[in-house]
């Protein structure tokens, strides 16, 4: 699956605060994810975030 910096991801396992979509903010060996509901982000390995993910909800615009 194709993910790009800006993507609004839904995770499998919802968020404390309630919500299940996080914005895509940083993309290398390491993903940085910010939830869209309480503003709070943590970082995890590329791999467990591909494992952790279940679907893109919204394409971030591309860049021109």
Do not use: Q, Y
């Amino acid at each position: 699956m194709s993910f790009e910096r800006g993507d609004i991801v839904e995770m499998k396992k919802p968020h404390p605060c309630g919500t299940n979509s996080w914005k895509i903010v940083r993309m290398g060996m390491d993903i940085r994810i910010k939830c869209t509901g309480c503003g709070h982000s943590i970082m995890m390995p590329r791999k467990e975030f591909e494992k952790k993910m279940k679907r893109i909800l919204e394409r971030a615009e591309p860049e021109s």
